[in-house]
């Protein structure tokens, strides 16, 4: 079992950054693929940001690329979301990932864990 405790959430003026991070504890081996999604109220949850964690590949939803960075760090196997220019658009509460298989996408049902969730509200 792996528990992932995030955090880092807040809000903040449109132009504004924050920065998400995850820590991953329990079982936290194989974790191929560790990512970030957010959920917008009556919507389903979508991908923002995944990482391998073997060679460190990287993917953006075309709405966030160019503002958000996701960074793995190997040393302590946290996962950071980076997110700068904020906009309105982007308020809505934000999931850390992970998943055991080698592949990594936005496919939300593949991945093994989740965290609790943090709210990140952008003011205009």
């Known amino acids: 079992q792996v528990e992932l405790a995030e955090s880092g959430g807040g809000s903040v003026q449109a132009g504004g950054s924050l920065r998400l991070s995850c820590v991953p504890s329990g079982a936290a081996k194989n974790l191929y693929c560790m990512a970030w999604f957010r959920q917008f109220p009556g919507k389903e949850r979508e991908g923002v940001a995944t990482i391998h964690t073997t060679g460190g590949a990287v993917n953006y939803a075309d709405s966030v690329d160019g503002r958000f960075s996701i960074v793995h760090d190997d040393a302590d196997n946290t996962l950071y979301l980076y997110m700068n220019n904020l906009r309105p658009g982007d308020t809505a509460t934000y999931y850390c990932?992970?998943?055991?298989?080698?592949?990594?996408?936005?496919?939300?049902?593949?991945?093994?864990?989740w965290g609790q969730g943090t709210q990140v509200t952008v003011s205009s």
């Open positions: 990932a992970v998943r055991t298989t080698w592949s990594c996408d936005f496919s939300a049902r593949r991945y093994n864990y």
